[in-house]
């Protein structure tokens, strides 16, 4: 939803990866420069941070690339690197499911960060800055010349090289964590592990961040919900394993002409509970009609099937694997397929249907 609300600007691309960054920017840095304006400070500070910001997600970005170019390597694509204040996001096609491949894809990252701090720490006198520092703090604050500018950029990105290699999943650390297990256990078992203790770690997160910094809230928010999802998917994807679409479909249907009337098929809505139906013509299947498009269309007595069907849709065959469809509705907003053998319809596919048939397999086994 939130990509259609034009939520990020693109800022070009690398390698043909999208860079995109989240309009929630604009609010950080009226943050910084409200700040530093409260606490009195020279426009000259205020440009100093925020260029340092800027250079702080020039690292993060560098990072995020790490790890999309580490998945190239195993041929897995990355549609666009999205920056956000609280960090980046590689949006890689899927995680490799070779342990080995996800350590090195989830390394990656981290690393660029300990490059980038151990080219910084030949470049700037990191010691004798750290020793001025730690006998009065406001010295940094004093001079802000280029050298002390890239002493903080030492620091960060060895911050932010440590912070990700926390074993909180589905942060870099995590995902290192599930592929070291993986080599022990199988991976449904090592998701499940890895994701009590990334929810483990979000709590801590959480708290910390509720008494001395709000954008550990957010992270701790974006692990916590991260790891039960992706942990959910991995345990679904693995109770439909081996079972086929004729397994989970629907076989007592509705179907519809395209010259019946809107008002028929509201009667069915009403008296039955199917939601979504297939639009079928000489025992052909021609088009399907959605719920939503239904409803939208009531009040017009004029309406008929033909004129709200979909003609374009995907449909499945009865002996196709069911994590097709699984997968199918990981990444469409369209959750209704008709299973069509040979030309002849034969059922339809719902996420009530399959949300059903995983319930019923989880007491299986
Ligand atoms: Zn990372």
Redesign the pocket.
């Known amino acids: 939803m939130i990509n259609k609300m034009k939520a990020n600007l693109n800022l070009g691309s690398i390698a043909g990866i999208h860079i995109k960054i989240h309009w929630t920017f604009v609010l950080l840095f009226a943050w910084i420069v409200f700040s530093e304006m409260k606490r009195g400070n020279s426009t000259e500070h205020i440009f100093y941070h925020i260029t340092l910001i800027i250079a702080v997600f020039i690292c993060v970005l560098l ?2 690339l790490g ?1 999309a170019l580490m998945a190239k390597k195993y041929n897995i694509s990355t549609k666009k690197i999205t920056l956000l204040p609280i960090g980046g996001i590689a949006s890689l096609e899927k995680m490799p499911e070779n342990p080995k491949e996800e350590f090195l894809v989830s390394l990656a ?1 981290p690393f660029v960060n300990f490059l980038i701090a151990i080219v910084l720490y030949f470049c700037i006198p990191v010691k004798e800055f750290l020793d001025k520092y730690l006998l009065d703090n406001a010295f940094l604050m004093s001079e802000l010349n280029i050298q002390s500018f890239l002493f903080y950029l030492f620091f960060i990105n060895v911050g932010l090289m440590l912070f ?1 290699l926390i074993p909180a999943f589905p942060m ?1 650390g995590g995902r290192i964590l599930r592929a070291l297990l993986t080599l022990k256990t199988n991976r449904v078992k090592a998701t499940y592990i890895a994701s009590l203790i990334g929810q483990f770690f979000a709590v801590i997160f959480l708290l910390i961040g509720l008494v001395y910094n709000p954008f550990l809230i957010f992270i701790a928010l974006f692990i916590f919900v991260g790891a039960f999802t992706e942990n959910k998917i991995i345990q679904q994807l693995n109770l439909i394993k081996g079972h086929t679409v004729k397994e989970a479909m629907m076989t007592n249907i509705t179907t519809f002409n395209p010259s019946d009337s809107i008002d028929k098929v509201i009667d069915a809505i009403l008296k039955g509970t199917e939601k979504d139906f297939v639009v079928v013509l000489n025992s052909k299947v021609v088009g399907i009609i959605l719920h939503n498009d239904i409803i939208e269309n009531s009040s017009n007595r004029n309406c008929l099937v033909k004129d709200i069907m979909k003609v374009a849709f995907k449909s499945l065959k009865s002996n196709d694997d069911l994590k097709l469809y699984y997968e199918f509705i990981q990444t469409n907003s369209t959750f209704f397929l008709p299973v069509i053998d040979n030309s002849e319809l034969v059922g339809v596919l719902d996420i009530n249907n399959l949300n059903e048939y995983l319930l019923i397999q989880a007491k299986l086994t």
Do not use: L
């Open positions: 990072h995020e790890h990252g990700n870099d």
